[in-house]
Nanobody
Framework: VQFVESGGDLVQPGGSLRLSCEVS????????MSWYRQTPTKERELVAT????????DYAKSVKGRFTIDRDNAKNTVSLQMESLKVEDTGVYFC????????WGQGTQVTVST
């Protein structure tokens, strides 16, 4: 199983980014998929989850209303649209299944700074 994250960048507070994750080696449509982030001072935390049929999603309190997760089961991709970014959103973002069933990819760095 392989996760390839992309889309991270340096952005100013209030800006937007869209992260993408290409997934291979598993029956993608069978799994709830999540985005996680890690900072130097915190353990990897769950940011957002989207369920198999894209009919529902869950978000961490800190990002609810600003981030939107979506998936394309035909392309085996999961994305994270991030709006109104804050300095505290800075970190390395990873995708994986909801229960972290597989080894992690390299992640993609998001830096929110003036």
């Amino acid at each position: 199983v392989q996760f390839v994250e992309s889309g991270g960048d340096l952005v100013q507070p209030g800006g937007s980014l869209r992260l993408s994750c290409e997934v291979s080696g598993l029956s993608f449509e069978r799994y709830p998929m999540s985005w996680y982030r890690q900072t130097p001072t915190k353990e990897r935390e769950l940011v957002a989850t989207i369920y198999r049929l894209s009919s529902s999603a869950d978000y961490a309190k800190s990002v609810k209303g600003r981030f939107t997760i979506d998936r394309d089961n035909a392309k085996n991709t999961v994305s994270l649209q991030m709006e109104s970014l804050k300095v505290e959103d800075t970190g390395v973002y990873f995708c994986n299944t909801r229960y972290k069933d597989f080894d992690w990819g390299q992640g993609t760095q998001v830096t929110v700074s003036t």
